[in-house]
T-cell receptor, first 111, second 114 residues
């Protein structure tokens, strides 16, 4: 079992839809959870960052962490064609350990 | 610009040749990471440098892979005797030592081994 599991998609939604992206993980020691967005032929860029359990909202984006279920989610409201990208979840135990990434979910938002 | 700079952006080489990939991190960032991204495989951790500490080499897939970081800044990833399975995008990232999780990535070096 991989440490971090993420459905690779692809996921195709109409403009304005609510998008739900998810990851599960096996290592209960993970404390820091992130979502990165990667456009084609570019490096990943940090989108959301959450410490431990709970929700975090930033504009149209909401990140949720449920440590009891070892499950994290990213919700995108009012999705736009510019949101079309690959979304990677990532997590780590502490600041001195490297991030472990999911495989990424490719999202297409159709106008 | 002030971002992470990687070179070359594209490299095509023949099986058995050695390659060097370069990363110039953001000025002031003490942590530097190398990841490999293969099609459908996500980001695979290779090596991590933090300040003057010994690097974490736990992700290097074989002894053909090595990396160094000179003067706490520029890093070079070297792959010796390249194999076709080494074909991937090699991504470098840097971060401030006090940040957890906010890595700033370069655009990567796309390596193709024929």
């Amino acid at each position: 079992q991989k440490e971090v599991e993420q459905d690779p998609g692809p996921l195709s939604v109409p403009e304005g839809a609510i998008v739900s992206l998810n990851c599960t993980y096996s290592n209960s020691a993970f404390q820091y959870f992130m979502w990165y967005r990667q456009y084609s032929r570019k490096g990943p860029e940090l989108l959301m960052y959450t410490y431990s359990s709970g929700n975090k909202e930033d504009g149209r984006f909401t990140a949720q962490v449920d440590k009891s279920s070892k499950y994290i989610s990213l919700f995108i409201r009012d999705s736009q064609p510019s949101d079309s990208a690959t979304y990677l979840c990532a997590m780590t135990i502490s600041g001195n350990t490297p991030l472990v990434f999911g495989k990424g979910t490719r999202l297409s938002v159709i106008a | 610009g002030a971002g992470v700079s990687q070179s070359p952006s594209n490299k095509v080489t023949e099986k058995g040749k050695d390659v060097e990939l370069r990363c110039d991190p953001i000025s002031g960032h003490t942590a530097l990471y190398w990841y490999r991204q293969s099609l459908g495989q996500g980001l695979e951790f290779l090596i991590y440098f933090q300040g003057n500490s010994a690097p974490d080499k736990s992700g290097l897939p074989s002894d053909r892979f090595s990396a160094e970081r000179t003067g706490g800044s520029v890093s070079t990833l070297t792959i010796q005797r390249t194999q076709q399975e080494d074909s991937a995008v090699y991504l470098c990232a840097s971060s401030l030592s006090t940040n957890t999780g906010e890595l700033f990535f370069g655009e990567g070096s796309r390596l193709t081994v024929l």
